[in-house]
């Protein structure tokens, strides 16, 4: 079974409104990332948040770690249409050289 | 653009035959990784590598195998395709693990007919 889970598994919101999707996961884990896709293309990275870390913000993306509930959040403020794409967090495991992916949130944002 | 390009792009085969994917990366990182994309479980782990001649199992390796003679290049190989192995396969690579961020490839669509 996957390592994470990513919730909601489709969100659509207009533009301007902030997005929240959620990911939980099994495992101790090291660190966290978030990464993007847009359609049918491979992933791009978006932050890495690591255990010892609570929040951590990158322009737009606030990133949020809760190790005693192995669960992560990513918010997108003031989305826009360019937002629109899958979202996914990935965690490392077994002494931290494999990544493994959850299932994605699909964030479609209305212009 | 980290310099990561898989091939062949799209390849249509037959149940039952071989099939080898290709990875090849200029980056000289450590970490190589194989995925699959279908709809509903989004990337499964097929196999890794964490150097030359050290690889390892991911979540879905039935039904694959993996070869790193050289850094650059990790191969991917279905022995004997099945329906079941028709997916998006993505190649990623990585300095550091999961310490660092992974860089992908921009995928292979494989169709078993």
């Known amino acids: 079974s996957q390592q994470g889970e990513e919730d909601p598994q489709a969100l659509s919101i207009q533009e301007g409104e902030n997005a929240t999707m959620n990911c939980s996961y099994k495992?101790?884990?090291?660190?966290l990332q978030w990464y993007r896709q847009n359609s049918g293309r491979g992933l791009v990275h978006l932050i890495l948040i690591r255990s010892n870390e609570r929040e951590k913000h990158s322009g737009r993306l606030r990133v949020t770690l809760d190790t005693s509930k192995k669960s992560s959040s990513l918010l997108i403020t003031a989305s826009r249409a360019a937002d629109t794409a899958s979202y996914f967090c990935?965690?490392?495991?077994?002494?931290?050289?494999?990544?493994?992916f959850g299932t994605g949130t699909k964030l479609q944002v209305i212009p | 653009d980290a310099g990561i390009t898989q091939s062949p792009r799209h390849k249509v085969t037959e149940t039952g035959t071989p099939v080898t994917l290709r990875c090849h990366q200029t980056e000289n990182h450590r970490y190589m990784y194989w995925y699959r994309q279908d709809p509903g479980h989004g990337l499964r782990l097929i196999h890794y590598?964490?150097?030359?001649?050290?690889?390892d199992k991911g979540e879905v390796s039935d039904g694959y195998s993996v070869s790193r003679s050289k850094t650059e290049d990790f191969l991917l190989t279905l022995e004997s395709a099945t329906s079941s192995q028709t997916s998006v396969y993505f190649c990623?690579?990585?300095?550091?693990?999961?310490?660092?961020?992974?860089?992908f490839g921009q995928g292979t669509r494989l169709t078993v007919v």
């Open positions: 990623a690579i990585s300095d550091s693990g999961s310490n660092t961020e992974a860089f």
């Open positions: 495992t101790s884990i090291n660190n």
């Open positions: 590598s964490y150097g030359v001649k050290d690889t």
């Open positions: 990935a965690t490392g495991s077994g002494g931290y050289q494999k990544v493994t």
